[in-house]
């Protein structure tokens, strides 16, 4: 129904082909460049929790914190190892800090993805179907860790959940035939 498509435009990943976005001050539409969408980019102003798992299986649990801080922030790699453990230990991660992903359950790498979104410190955090495939006590935890740790963050929420998000929301829209309407 376009929910994916709307949250993959608001991060810039796809070209819009009307109207405006509007992030901290830039204004983005189909005639917006590649470089005025680059520097919202570079900001780190836009994070983005896919609904596919991707952490980098090459990587270890901490590598995967430390590697956007140490390359996009030009953090030292102390100083970023010092805020990803406070971030695993923020996601319940921190004994798990030197496994790779393909040793984490499910529920485990969707906080490691999340952390590793906080991490930037967005403005705009964008979760779509952060609780798939998850059971009814995980998808609690997970939701609790979103509230508890992306604080006052705007958050685009796409969820099948909206008992669950319910504890998350302020404004709640509906997608339905294309065009976005507040409930």
Same mark, same amino acid.
């Given at each position: 129904?376009?929910?994916t498509?709307?949250l993959?435009? %608001? /991060?810039? &990943? ?6 405006? !976005? /509007?992030i901290d001050g830039?204004?983005?539409s ?9 520097g919202i980019?570079?900001e780190? &102003?836009?994070g983005f929790?896919?609904?596919? &798992?991707?952490?980098?299986?090459h990587?270890t649990?901490?590598k995967?914190l430390?590697?956007p801080?140490?390359? $996009?922030?030009?953090m030292?790699?102390?100083?970023a190892k010092k ?5 695993l230990?923020m996601? =319940?991660l ?14 485990q790498?969707r906080?490691l993805?999340?952390a590793? +979104?906080? !991490? ?5 955090? &964008?979760?779509?179907?952060? +609780?798939a495939?998850l ?6 935890e997970?939701?609790?860790?979103i509230?508890?740790i992306? =604080?006052d963050?705007?958050?685009?929420i796409?969820?099948?959940? /909206?008992e669950? $998000?319910k504890?998350? %929301? +302020? ?6 035939? =294309?065009?976005l309407t507040?409930?």
């Amino acid at each position: 129904a376009g929910k994916t498509t709307l949250l993959r435009c %608001i /991060a810039l &990943l796809e070209k819009i082909d009307g109207g405006e !976005i /509007a992030i901290d001050g830039h204004v983005i539409s189909s005639e917006s460049s590649k470089s005025e969408t680059e520097g919202i980019m570079k900001e780190s &102003l836009i994070g983005f929790v896919f609904q596919e &798992l991707n952490p980098w299986p090459h990587f270890t649990v901490l590598k995967n914190l430390t590697k956007p801080l140490t390359l $996009v922030k030009k953090m030292s790699e102390k100083d970023a190892k010092k805020v990803a453990m406070k971030f695993l230990k923020m996601v =319940g991660l921190e004994g798990r800090k030197d496994q790779f992903p393909s040793f984490l359950s499910g529920g485990q790498k969707r906080r490691l993805i999340i952390a590793r +979104t906080l !991490i930037m410190d967005p403005k705009i955090l &964008l979760l779509d179907e952060i +609780t798939a495939n998850l059971d009814h006590q995980l998808k609690s935890e997970i939701f609790n860790l979103i509230r508890d740790i992306a =604080g006052d963050k705007t958050m685009v929420i796409v969820s099948h959940d /909206a008992e669950m $998000v319910k504890d998350l %929301i +302020t404004k709640e829209y509906v997608l339905s035939d =294309g065009v976005l309407t507040k409930k």
